[in-house]
């Protein structure tokens, strides 16, 4: 998270205000600011997370990706092999 903060106006439904003064007022949240600073964060979090997994299907659906990604992972699948070995005995 950027350390740079910017004051900004919104506007909100009264009884969500009272819940989170309320989330606040009862130590459940440190602060009004706060609980919406870590609401977004979730929010954008969860937009990101489909967004990754909308790329991720479109992906599985490109046949020249998941050729190259077979290719890397049959490249791969001796030293996999032998790392998961070393693991084992370790």
Known sequence: ????????????PVDLIE???????????????????EALEKYIENIEKEKLYEEMVEASNDSLFMEDLCDSMNAFSVSDEESSKEADSG
């Open 1 to 12: 998270m950027s350390s740079k903060l910017k004051n900004i106006t919104f506007s909100l």
């Open 19 to 37: 819940k989170l003064k309320a989330c606040a007022n009862n130590n459940y949240i440190n602060s009004m600011n706060a609980g919406v600073r």
